[in-house]
């Protein structure tokens, strides 16, 4: 496992290094990890850059580090050249074609390591089997639909057992409180069910519910890291 390359990457990833940093040193200290991602990156660069969101490869330059999509966050790109070459597994899942085609792209020459699952989060959790030692729950968007599949996910994820005893379960978008005053991190919706006075974004029922399943928050920030 390389955490060089989060090093490499320390200011793009910016909000979220310091949790992408956590989990990966976590992992670095066992072997042969299992590492599900639910929902694949998706742009070849940023909002506000010609190309976002577009399939077409013309708008990936893989020398311009800086037009990447670090908006999203970039977790399956970041996750492929971490563990190249070494002997953990990732998956990475989502039911959009245009988004793994992208992401498929964005991971080429990193490919090895990588399952590409094309179906969605609950029919992926629903059969797999093996255990996972890090899940990203990335999925969907920061509204109260992508928050209720997140707790569908988690209960999926809890009654089948699917996570090693040490896992570690990542989740993205959350906007804690006091994490509100960092640039770029402000309440993303103006549902009445999702504006508590703690904005947990798309992990505004899944966290309670992972909490009530024995998970501790081990890390709050932009991101949230629980573990057992
Ligand atoms: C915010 S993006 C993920 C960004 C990516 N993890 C990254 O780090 O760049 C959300 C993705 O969730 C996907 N998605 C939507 N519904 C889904 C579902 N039911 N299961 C899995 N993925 C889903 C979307 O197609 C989209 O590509």
């Not at 990732?90 to 085609?101: I, Q």
């Not at 090693?164 to 960092?182: C, G, T, W």
């Not at 992990?203 to 998970?215: D, E, R």
């Amino acid at each position: 496992m390389n955490l060089s390359v989060l090093a490499k990457y320390s200011e793009n990833l910016e909000k979220r290094y310091e949790s992408f940093h956590y989990v990966f040193n976590k992992l670095a200290s066992k072997k042969n990890n299992v590492i599900v991602e639910l929902g694949t990156s998706r742009s070849f660069v940023s909002g506000g850059i010609p190309g976002c969101m577009s399939d077409n490869i013309k708008y990936w330059d893989e020398n311009v580090v800086e037009n990447w999509d670090w908006g999203a966050g970039l977790f399956t790109r970041i996750c492929a050249e971490v563990i190249d070459g070494s002997e953990n597994i990732f998956y990475t899942v989502d039911p959009d074609e245009k988004a793994m085609r992208i992401s498929k792209a964005i991971t080429l020459g990193y490919a090895e390591n990588i399952n590409y699952r094309l179906e969605t989060s609950t029919d992926f959790l629903r059969n797999f089997t093996q255990k996972i030692d890090l899940l990203y729950m990335d999925h969907h968007e920061t509204c109260e639909e992508g928050a209720r599949l997140h707790l569908l996910d988690s209960q999926i994820i809890i009654d089948n057992d699917l996570l090693s005893k040490d896992a570690l379960i990542l989740i993205d978008d959350i906007h804690l409180e006091n994490y509100k005053s960092m640039p770029g991190i402000l309440p993303k919706t103006s549902e009445a069910s999702l504006t508590p006075a703690e904005h947990y974004g798309k992990g505004t029922f899944s966290i309670p519910y992972l909490q009530s399943k024995g998970f501790r928050l081990l890390f709050e920030g932009y991101q949230i890291i629980l573990g057992r």
